[in-house]
């Protein structure tokens, strides 16, 4: 059987640390504030808008929501982005992806300033500490930490090569000193590659895309994958029923990655407040 480790468990302690840092700048009368731009009107995105609203309100952190039209202009986005970049009550600033389709999203995610980039997108994780790191890669470097498990000197692999998560995940795990492969659509033999990982991450959006043959005897497997099922439930890319008996450790859908992103969003802000607040 292996050992569940829960994103809730987890963003609870980090939420907690946050909650610490927002009380201590408060006292030096810094209000962190998180500044959150969505253009249009996708359902989905506003139901993750609102839950970032709710977390920042439940730690004590501002939050400023800029709700734009579908047809906003790419010079009227980063007029505002860049209004927020000048304007030192607000330290960080996300703006919510997808963006709508005649709006370019590395432009417009390479416009927040690096040091109020509380995504992370802009961040180039080998260039040292001061870096706003990705949020959901974070937090699963996060959740091994809570786990006790080190990627030192460990065979990772990441399935999924995406910009939010596949690369610097794998980047990440480099700078933890593991030996990091990353396999993604063209991979041939895949399953003989993942098998042999240590610890191997998957994000690839597939439902259940990873089953048992695909996973070595006692490796850490860690489901980034969040899809919808034909029932309507979520699921992860990993087969869990399949793959659990052979792991050491895994994270479930839902529950496992799920929170750990908003958690880091929070952290990642009150390190952004606490950086060019300079306490
Ligand atoms: P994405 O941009 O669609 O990237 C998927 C990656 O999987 C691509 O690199 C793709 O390879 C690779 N892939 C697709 N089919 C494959 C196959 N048959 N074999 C090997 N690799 C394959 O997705 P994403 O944004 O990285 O997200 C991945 C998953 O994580 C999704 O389920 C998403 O919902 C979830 N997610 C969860 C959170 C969270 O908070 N927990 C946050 C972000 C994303 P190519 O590059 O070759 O096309």
């Known amino acids: 059987m292996a050992t569940l480790i829960r994103g809730k468990d987890v963003a609870e302690k980090v939420l907690a640390e946050a909650k610490a840092e927002v009380d201590a700048m408060l006292a030096e009368g810094v209000l962190p504030c998180l500044a959150v731009i969505l253009v249009g009107d996708d359902p989905a995105s506003r139901v993750y808008v609102n839950k970032k609203k709710e977390k920042c309100a439940e730690l004590g952190i501002r939050s400023l929501e800029y709700k734009l039209p579908a047809e906003t202009s790419q010079e009227e986005l980063l007029a505002l982005i860049d209004t927020l970049n000048h304007d030192a009550s607000v330290h960080g ?88 492969t990353v396999c993604h659509s063209k991979t041939e033999n895949l399953p003989a590659v993942t098998r042999e990982a240590d610890i191997l991450i998957a994000a690839v959006g597939k439902p259940r895309f990873v089953t048992a043959d695909m996973v070595g005897e006692g490796a850490v497997v860690i489901d980034v994958g969040v899809n919808r099922g034909a029932d309507g439930k979520l699921v992860g890319d990993v087969d869990f029923a399949a793959v659990e008996p052979k792991a050491s450790f895994i994270t479930p859908v839902p529950g496992g990655v799920g929170p750990m992103t908003i958690a880091m969003l929070m952290k990642n802000t009150v390190c952004a407040a606490k950086a060019q607040s300079r306490i």
Do not use: W, Y
């Not at 692999?157 to 990091?180: E, W």
């Open 93 to 180: 600033i996300l703006c919510q992806l997808p963006l709508p389709g005649h709006l370019d999203e590395q432009v417009t995610v390479r416009a927040v300033a690096r040091e109020k980039d509380v995504d992370g997108f802009t961040c180039l994780i080998s260039s040292g500490a001061d870096d706003l790191m990705p949020c959901t890669p974070s937090g699963v470097m996060e959740m091994l930490k809570f786990a006790g498990i080190s990627p030192r000197g460990k065979k990772c692999c990441v399935i999924g090569r995406s910009n939010i998560v596949g690369k610097p995940m794998a980047m990440l795990l480099l700078a933890a000193d593991g030996t990091v």
